[in-house]
């Protein structure tokens, strides 16, 4: 482990296939879609998406938290603890004045804009909290995982769309690297299922209408696809310098090697028709992982189930790769949590790297013509793998790209 290296030494998950890292690999390599109807979109055009179960949220949060803070916030709480505790790192035991937070968050769940819109059309603006700015701000998220750890160093909020999780990843890296920290707590946090948010992407055309089949409706690379699954969650890791872990007697989960971030300028809400801000994101953290195309064994695709981006993201990894190493979409089984996503397959990485299993992926029965990739199906596989890539790409033309490789 060399001294430069930015290692991962903890992850938090907290997703619709449940809450903590183990719950969610289980569900990802069962190949079993968390997508169901959703009682609080009934009525609407599109009524399913995927929610992290709430038995486990409200049994994993205090009181209090759960008061004071939207819901994003209390993914990123409790993924942020998991990831933590997995480190081996106990708050109050460390300088705190020396540990970073930089999480990703989209948007926010727009639950609390819908309740003060209904309190200001009935005229009950009492009804209206005192904790209703601060409890929806992005940023948040960084600030009460901060406050909740004690941790006093650079705190970030990021938001690149649905790159965002994947962005705060990489900023928490050149934060390590330029000194300013010595841990950084980096991730993503999203609760995008409510009504304001389903009527949206509804109206843009983004989001599957598979109504007869939640199940089956995040289907990405297939012929069938329609549009993408609202879904909720949260990933965070614990990065660190490769000294400052050894000097802990933490040997580190992965390496994360390299970063990539880039704009289209393009249009606000298509990719680039042939994907040439996501290649250069791509490229970009290969040759900052100082690696070949070749030298990659897997790819965790952005594979949201719309038809634009997944010809596109097909397109841009045979230019890359030219024979792309064996792919999976891992919304195909969590749905799409937005600015949370690009984390969550961060961290699913880390745990493709350590089972050196690649998890399958949902409801691809038939690939549409021209999009010729090795697509993991079916069941997972166990395969060699020393170094892979997740990608990430958002509304606004913002692409993200992560290299994570075995330590």
């Given at each position: 482990?060399?001294?430069?290296?930015?290692?991962?030494?903890?992850?938090?998950?907290?997703?619709?296939?449940?809450?903590?890292?183990?719950?969610?690999?289980?569900?990802?390599?069962a190949?079993?879609?968390?997508?169901?109807?959703?009682?609080?979109?009934?009525?609407?055009?599109?009524?399913?998406?995927?929610?992290?179960?709430?038995?486990?949220?409200?049994?994993?949060?205090?009181?209090?938290?759960r008061?004071?803070?939207?819901?994003?916030?209390h993914?990123?709480?409790?993924?942020?603890?998991e990831?933590i505790?997995?480190?081996?790192?106990?708050?109050?035991?460390?300088?705190g004045?020396?540990?970073?937070?930089?999480?990703?968050?989209?948007?926010?769940?727009?639950?609390?804009?819908?309740?003060?819109?209904r309190?200001?059309?009935?005229?009950?603006?009492?009804?209206?909290?005192?904790t209703?700015?601060?409890?929806?701000?992005?940023?948040?998220?960084?600030?009460?995982?901060?406050?909740?750890?004690?941790?006093?160093?650079?705190?970030?909020?990021?938001?690149?769309a649905?790159?965002?999780?994947?962005?705060?990843?990489?900023?928490?890296?050149?934060?390590?690297n330029?000194g300013?920290?010595?841990?950084?707590v980096?991730?993503?946090?999203?609760?995008?299922?409510?009504?304001?948010?389903?009527?949206?992407?509804?109206?843009?055309?983004?989001?599957?209408?598979r109504?007869?089949?939640?199940?089956?409706a995040?289907r990405p690379?297939?012929?069938?696809?329609?549009?993408?699954?609202?879904?909720?969650?949260?990933?965070?890791?614990?990065?660190?310098?490769?000294?400052?872990?050894?000097?802990r007697?933490?040997?580190?989960?992965?390496?994360?090697?390299?970063?990539?971030?880039t704009?289209?300028?393009?249009?606000?809400?298509?990719?680039?028709?042939?994907?040439?801000?996501?290649?250069?994101?791509?490229?970009?953290?290969?040759?900052?992982?100082?690696?070949?195309?070749?030298?990659?064994?897997?790819?965790?695709?952005?594979?949201t189930?719309?038809?634009?981006?997944?010809?596109?993201?097909?397109?841009?990894?045979?230019?890359?790769?030219?024979?792309?190493?064996?792919?999976?979409?891992?919304?195909?089984?969590?749905?799409?949590?937005?600015?949370?996503?690009?984390?969550?397959?961060?961290?699913?990485?880390?745990?493709?790297?350590?089972?050196?299993?690649?998890?399958p992926t949902?409801?691809?029965?038939?690939?549409?013509?021209?999009?010729?990739l090795?697509?993991?199906?079916?069941?997972?596989?166990?395969?060699?793998?020393?170094?892979?890539?997740?990608?990430?790409?958002?509304?606004?033309?913002?692409?993200?790209?992560?290299?994570?490789?075995?330590?």
């Amino acid at each position: 482990m060399s001294g430069a290296q930015t290692v991962v030494t903890g992850i938090g998950l907290a997703t619709p296939g449940g809450v903590g890292a183990d719950a969610t690999w289980r569900r990802l390599c069962a190949g079993e879609p968390t997508a169901s109807t959703d009682p609080e979109l009934a009525g609407l055009p599109v009524d399913f998406s995927c929610r992290v179960p709430d038995g486990e949220l409200a049994g994993a949060l205090g009181r209090g938290l759960r008061w004071r803070t939207d819901r994003f916030i209390h993914l990123a709480v409790i993924a942020a603890r998991e990831a933590i505790r997995d480190a081996g790192l106990v708050p109050g035991e460390w300088d705190g004045e020396r540990v970073g937070v930089v999480i990703g968050v989209g948007g926010s769940g727009r639950d609390t804009d819908l309740h003060v819109a209904r309190c200001l059309v009935s005229g009950t603006h009492r009804k209206i909290s005192p904790t209703t700015v601060p409890r929806a701000l992005p940023n948040m998220a960084a600030g009460e995982i901060a406050a909740d750890l004690g941790a006093k160093g650079p705190g970030l909020g990021v938001s690149t769309a649905c790159a965002s999780g994947a962005t705060a990843i990489g900023i928490g890296r050149q934060l390590l690297n330029g000194g300013m920290c010595d841990i950084a707590v980096v991730g993503g946090a999203e609760s995008a299922c409510g009504p304001l948010s389903s009527m949206g992407f509804w109206r843009l055309g983004a989001l599957s209408t598979r109504r007869r089949d939640p199940v089956g409706a995040s289907r990405p690379f297939d012929t069938e696809r329609d549009g993408f699954v609202l879904a909720e969650g949260a990933g965070v890791l614990v990065l660190e310098r490769g000294d400052h872990a050894r000097a802990r007697g933490v040997p580190g989960k992965a390496v994360l090697s390299g970063f990539g971030a880039t704009s289209d300028a393009h249009h606000p809400t298509s990719p680039h028709p042939e994907g040439e801000g996501a290649e250069r994101a791509v490229r970009q953290a290969l040759a900052d992982a100082g690696l070949a195309p070749g030298d990659i064994h897997h790819v965790n695709a952005h594979a949201t189930s719309t038809p634009l981006n997944d010809r596109m993201e097909s397109a841009v990894l045979h230019r890359v790769f030219r024979r792309p190493p064996p792919v999976t979409a891992t919304k195909s089984v969590l749905g799409h949590s937005l600015g949370a996503a690009g984390a969550v397959e961060a961290a699913v990485c880390v745990l493709t790297l350590h089972h050196q299993t690649v998890h399958p992926t949902a409801n691809l029965d038939t690939p549409e013509p021209g999009i010729d990739l090795d697509i993991v199906t079916k069941a997972a596989r166990r395969c060699r793998m020393d170094a892979v890539l997740s990608t990430s790409f958002g509304f606004g033309g913002q692409n993200a790209a992560l290299v994570l490789q075995t330590v």
